[in-house]
């Protein structure tokens, strides 16, 4: 297989990989990281590779893969159905992209979907090549198990493939690379002939750039320079996604106490996160985060995710006509606090890990209902887990640090304090459970 004149099938137009992503499409070394900024066109370049394998090597089988499956279908199989197989879908038949399991190819090749929440699925099998997308989402295990796939023996070599936009400097990715256990491919926008020709920008590539160079702190460092680097001044530095974030909620879960809490947006996004309580620590199960919608339509989903749920309380945000709305619809709510100081408190107490080994706040990893693409499109959070990461304290000019977080892209973080100051002050005798108040 070259770099340069592969095809998707025996009639389709050719694909040429640019700049660094030519050295993909040459490598041979068993595990690749291949990182770079938003922007660089990583995922279409390892889609057209996978698809080029499946047909130059009969009988040959390739996993595509995320953290959770659900998220490849919104993402990762757009491109592969759009772009790398946009004159070919007819080849595997009608099945939706949600539902999609495989892709089987008329030389016996077969590139399978998966995700790392279905180990059954995704671990048993035998693979030639996998790629995985979006790997700073996965740990370290999660990675290594997948190379006891690596041995279907169809292609000349085996080999996994890491794709991410840089994260913290000392996320497992980067320390393993620097260790040599990777080896580093890094892009750049001008690898994207979609964005960048010749050394200037296409007029995709400057709408492109407009919204990436809003961003500030280490959002930009990572998703416009491409730096691996930490968020300076982190609220809740005490978060790890390692140790908070879970993939199945515990059984029984069902019958605990529950709580839902609401902070209003439209331009901003509208956020409903919804709490299971087991008496030590609250589980974050379900979540709406999504701009652009009027709240009597965020009133219809949240009656028909509640379904017959029950809720200790429901806590919002102050707005009076907002609430009424929602009061409506049969969403009934009281007013949360809002001390902030007091709120940021209960929260960072909540995320501490106690004597137990167990911290006291929990977030499901597919808890987000829909992803809000027009929030992800300009790289801003698209849900609570993600505002983690960029919820930091104020500075001053003089560069001194402040005593209040910095009012933006928080409204996650809001709702999830109203949330905690309910559950503490219901704890201490207050007067949440069954009461709306004005």
């Known amino acids: 297989m070259t770099a340069t004149t592969t095809t998707t099938t025996n009639d389709a137009p050719r694909f040429r990989p640019t700049g660094a992503h030519r050295a993909l499409w040459l490598a041979r070394e068993p595990r690749v990281l291949v990182e770079g900024p938003a922007g660089t066109g990583k995922t279409r370049n390892e889609l057209e590779r996978v698809n080029a394998l499946a047909w130059e090597f009969p009988g040959s089988r390739h996993l595509i893969c995320r953290k959770t499956r659900a998220s490849m279908s919104e993402s990762v199989l757009v491109t592969w159905e759009r772009d790398v197989h946009s004159a070919s879908m007819h080849l595997f038949g009608n099945v939706r992209r949600q539902n999609r399991e495989t892709y089987?190819?008329?030389?016996?090749?077969?590139?399978?979907?998966?995700?790392?929440?279905?180990?059954?699925?995704?671990?048993?099998?035998?693979?030639?090549?996998?790629?995985?997308?979006?790997?700073?989402?996965?740990?370290?295990?999660?990675?290594?198990?997948?190379?006891?796939?690596?041995?279907?023996?169809?292609?000349?070599?085996?080999?996994?493939?890491?794709?991410?936009?840089?994260?913290?400097?000392?996320?497992?990715?980067?320390?393993?690379?620097?260790?040599?256990?990777?080896?580093?491919?890094?892009?750049?926008?001008?690898?994207?002939?979609?964005?960048?020709?010749?050394?200037?920008?296409?007029?995709?590539?400057?709408?492109?750039?407009?919204?990436?160079?809003?961003?500030?702190?280490?959002?930009?460092?990572?998703?416009?320079?491409?730096?691996?680097?930490?968020?300076?001044?982190?609220?809740?530095?005490?978060?790890?996604?390692?140790?908070?974030?879970?993939?199945?909620?515990?059984?029984?879960?069902?019958?605990?106490?529950?709580?839902?809490?609401?902070?209003?947006?439209?331009?901003?996004?509208?956020?409903?996160?919804?709490?299971?309580?087991?008496?030590?620590?609250?589980?974050?199960?379900?979540?709406?985060?999504?701009?652009?919608?009027?709240?009597?339509?965020?009133?219809?989903?949240?009656?028909?995710?509640?379904?017959?749920?029950?809720?200790?309380?429901?806590v919002a945000d102050h707005d009076r006509e907002d609430r009424e709305t929602l009061h409506r619809h049969g969403v009934f709510t009281t007013p949360a606090q809002k001390d902030i100081d007091a709120g940021l408190d209960a929260v960072r107490a909540r995320i501490r890990v106690r004597a137990n080994g167990r911290p006291g706040l929990f977030v499901l990893r597919s808890a987000l209902v829909e992803r809000d693409r027009r929030l992800e499109q300009s790289r801003r959070p698209t849900s609570t887990r993600d505002e983690f990461d960029s919820y930091v304290w104020a500075t001053r000019r003089d560069g001194a640090v402040r005593d209040m977080p910095v009012d933006r892209d928080n409204h996650g973080m809001d709702a999830l304090r109203y949330a905690v100051m309910g559950v503490d002050c219901n704890t201490a005798g207050g007067s949440y459970i069954g009461v709306v108040e004005w």
Not at 214 to 238: F, M, N, P
Request: aromatic residues 12%.
């Open 104 to 314: 089987r190819y008329a030389n016996g090749s077969v590139v399978v979907v998966g995700g790392l929440d279905r180990p059954e699925r995704t671990y048993s099998a035998e693979y030639d090549t996998v790629t995985v997308f979006e790997s700073t989402e996965c740990t370290e295990n999660d990675i290594e198990q997948l190379l006891r796939a690596l041995r279907s023996g169809r292609m000349p070599w085996q080999q996994l493939v890491c794709d991410c936009n840089p994260a913290a400097e000392r996320h497992w990715l980067n320390v393993r690379a620097e260790q040599g256990w990777f080896r580093r491919i890094v892009t750049r926008i001008a690898d994207n002939p979609r964005f960048m020709v010749d050394g200037a920008l296409t007029a995709d590539g400057a709408r492109f750039m407009q919204s990436v160079e809003a961003l500030t702190g280490h959002r930009r460092a990572r998703l416009l320079d491409g730096r691996w680097c930490s968020a300076e001044g982190v609220v809740y530095d005490e978060f790890d996604a390692a140790v908070h974030v879970i993939d199945a909620m515990p059984d029984g879960w069902e019958s605990w106490r529950k709580y839902r809490a609401i902070d209003f947006g439209f331009n901003d996004p509208f956020v409903c996160l919804w709490f299971a309580d087991d008496g030590e620590s609250l589980y974050l199960y379900r979540e709406v985060y999504m701009s652009g919608r009027l709240v009597e339509d965020h009133a219809r989903a949240i009656v028909a995710l509640s379904g017959a749920e029950q809720y200790e309380f429901t």
